[in-house]
Every structure is written in C-alpha cells, then in structure tokens.
C-alpha cells in the first residue's frame, strides 16, 4: 500500500520540460512511482485542475533562533517552502559561549530587526559548538528541510567577545582560533561560510556587526578552509568593499561557488544601471570558470512603517527633527508647514544613497488604524493625492494624523519596476531567491517570494513558462548550493511537494501577527492557492492551517555535493 497517491495533477519535474498529466504516488519518504498508479493508499488526493511541482528551495532565511522554538519555521511551509538556508550573512547563533549568549542575541535583533525580548525569552540554548546546534536541530525536527552556514560575525563574537565589534585586527592565536571554528562547523555538516561587508550591518546599540571591520586578509583566512575541504559554498552580503573582483579572487583560491548579497544589485530608479553591472561582472568570472553569481530578489523590496517610528524617511535632514522629538511632540511637528517644505525641499534635491526618492507611487497605505479608512489600503499616496487634488506630501501626514500616527505604509523603494527587474531575474549569473525570512519581522515577509514569482512573473506578465519558472524556485537554487535530491520531482527523490492552483496561486498583503514569545509581534503573508505541502512525503500545511507533528520531517542537510 503506498503512503499517499496524488491523482491526475500536471506534474512538473523541476527540470523545465513541460507537465505530465499524471499520479504520483510516495512511500516512505520518496517518489515511487510517477504515471498510472494502481492500489490503494493511506490517502488518495484528486488533484484534477491542479498542479505538482517540487517544494521551493529558499537558499537566503534567517530563521537560526526562531527553529528552536518554532518547529514550523512558520510562515515558510505555508508559502512552499520545503527546503531552506539559515545562516545568512554570517549572522546566527552558533557557535556560541554560553556567557555570549545574550550579547550575540542583542546583534542579532538590531541587524536582523528582530524583537530583542522574544529572543531572550524564546531561543532554547541547549548548544555552544555548532555541531551540538546541528544535534539541538534533530532533536528538534524542523518541518523543513534545513542546512545551516558557517558564520563570520558569529565566529568572530565567539573567539573575540565584545571586542569583535570593535578590534578590527585580531590576534594571530584568535585568527587561527576562528578558522579552526570554521573547521569544526564544516566537519559538522555546514553548507558553507557566510560573511558581510554591508556597512548596513549594525548591531547593537548601533555598533558594527563584527565581520563589517573584519580585513579582507581575514576574509580570505576563513574561507580558505572551503578550499582546504573541497566544498561548500561561500556568500557574502558584500557592500562596497567586498567588490566583484574581490568575490572572483576568492573564487578562484578556493575553487568554491561564491554568492553576493547586496541591495546594490537590486534595480533603484536612482541608479537604474547599477544592478546590471553585477550581473555582468558575475557573467565574465562565470566565463572565466570562477562560479559567482547573484542571490536575485524578485519582488519589491518592501518597508512596513509608521510615522511613530518613520526609519525609511530618517536619512532626510528634514527628519532630523524626528529623530530627537518626544512622542507627543511628533504630531505638532508633522504639522508644521516649515517641516514639511523642508521635506519637499529633500525630494526635490534627494541625497544619494537614501531609500526615498520621493516617488509616491512607491509607498502605498498598509493596515489603517481606524475601519473607515479600510478601503485606502493597498493605494499609494500618489494615487491618493491625485484623487483629492492635494499635494502628496500633505496627504501623507494627514492620513497619519488623523489615525493619531497608527496607520501603517508600506514603501516599495527597490526593485519596484518590472521593466528594470525582468533582466535581472533572466539573467543567467542570477539565483532567484533572497527571501529573508524569518528577518525583519516588525515590517516585512517577503517569505512568499515563490508564489508571488509563480503569480506574477509566470502568470500574470507572462516573463516565464509556468515549467521554466518552477525549475528557477527548485532544481536551479537546489543545484547551484550542492543541495542533493532536493528541488526535482522524480522517483526515487524525497518528496518534497507543492500541490497548487496555477490560476489563483499568490500571497497576501503583509499581515500583523503577535505570536512570538514574550508577546512579540511580527508580519507575515498567507498564501492564496496552495492546496498542500508535504515534506519527505509528509504533510506539514494542507493549504489553510499547519499539520500537528511533534517531530517535523525536516532532515537537517549536513551532506552536499562537491
């Protein structure tokens, strides 16, 4: 008897050939057979009208403190995610001294935006070393399938303590110390190493995020254990400073695969032609034979704010004002005619490097504070502004001030035009992922970065066949990190399975939950469409709610391909 029987769904492989019109049943885990099925089955599914593809792989999720109180990884399973990295940027939580524990969780909060006192009150620290991490992990049972990077700042907070926030230089003992560390993670089953030179990386209290001073010389120490070991992979929040050339280098020295991480690749109205350059940079190493590419983001890149605390608007001078305000003095000053000339002012002649540019097109109303005002979400202030004949400036306080500054916006400041982020996704030195979840909880998700592709990439603008943009969230991202049997559909494969409505696939707006520990609260999206997932066979979402498992089916991936 097989375990599950899903019957007459279009099955996509993963591979990018076109659908079959087929069953697919699994026992045990896996794939074992794909065509005319016969026999019973614990469960038979009719999946008529649907289609089943591979479980998306998300190589770029931060959930390294949230899994080990969260076996859900929630909101991922939901969205299709059946496989995903944590890790990310070299930001993480093992290894780690146990007198460091709340240092590293204090950086954690700031560079990752996540809520310092759920931190502090919901990570189950039953780990120092890495490897005792990958073993909390399996006792754990994610419901995902989960492989963990090696670290810099976590590396360096370990060995250095404080200071590493602080000595750029360490001591030869402590260099030798960290790279022994990176060993020791990649003995234990790390994908790779991941590191940041992104000067946006700040920790706690403002300071950097220790890899952030870290000399390129350091860099190249650490991850020269992936050329010592012959595998893994390297990727790299990269800034400025981390340029290709310096990625290619690293490349080349190690023989490894490297992945830059930065918003400079992202398409920015400011600088519409920047992106581009990375992409081509990273298409002449890839001809070089130095594998380098890009972890590419396909949707914009969204804020969640309001004007209690508007951090999105802090880099105009107008808001210097803001930043030293009370509370209670904010309303008067959002009042005031002079401040907001002086920020009209800042658009008319916008710094460089700030997110807003002042198109107001790209921040829309989110959640309002007060029921009348439900039917303005979703429109931007421009759209707003030209409807009442106001000044979008003046429509945008308003709006706030009369929600006594509740209402939420939501900013779309990076790739937030589909003619500028097609190339990129096209692009054949791009890695279509960079989901960030599990980050940045108080305003965004962007967890759903698979379906919101699938609805519009593939359906709605027709960038990509449904095939070829299911082979772009499975096998590609599976294959270009060494991630074995993961992201095809075939027999003899784990199944890891999304069965789904091509027609009315997608997610929802960003929407507020409180359900992190010590009441925190968090945004994230449902998806639309989704009519299971399963997981080595087993189900973890049936397309509205999660299934109860005590110990998810989740394998900790500690094996990859050289």
Known sequence: MHDLIIRGAQVFDGSGAPPLLDDVAVSKGRITHIGQVDGPAQETIDAQGLALMPGIVDLH????????????????????????????????????????????????????????????????????????????????????NTAVFAGHSVIRTAVMGESGSTQAEPSPEQLQTMQALVRDAMDHGAIGFASSFSPNHSGYGGIPMPSTIASENELRALTSVLGEKNKGVFM????????????????????????????????NEGTPELGATYYERCAQALARGNELYVLTSCQPLSFDFTLTDPYVLLSHSAFDAVKTATPEALPALYRSPEFREAFRQNLRQPKAGILFLGNWRHIEVGQTAHAQNQALEGISIQTLADQRGLDPVDVFFDLALSEDLGTHFVGKFFNNNDDGVAPSLKHPAGVITLSDAGAHLTYMCDAGFGLYFLAHWVRDTGHFTLAEGIRRLTSEPADRFRIPERGRLQVGLPADLLLFDPATVGISKPLPRNDLPAGGTRMVREATGVHGVWVNGVKVHDGTNYVDHTHGPGQVLDQFNT
């Not at 899994?67 to 890790?87: E, F, H, K, Q």
């Not at 050339?245 to 020295?253: K, N």
């Open 61 to 144: 999720t931060h959930y390294d403190a949230q899994v080990t109180w969260d076996r859900t990884m929630s909101p991922s399973p939901a969205l299709g995610v059946t496989t995903a990295v944590i890790g990310n940027c070299g930001f993480g939580i093992a290894p780690c001294p146990a007198p460091l524990r709340e240092t590293m969780l204090k950086n954690l909060s700031v560079v990752e935006g996540m809520d310092l006192q759920a931190l502090l009150s919901g990570v189950n620290w039953e780990f120092e070393s890495f490897g005792e991490y990958m073993d909390q992990l399996r006792r754990t049972g994610p419901y995902v």
């Open 236 to 267: 790299m929040a990269t800034g400025t400073r981390a340029s290709p050339d310096v990625m290619e280098s690293i490349v080349q020295d190690t023989g490894r695969p490297g992945y830059i991480s930065t918003v400079l690749t992202m398409y």
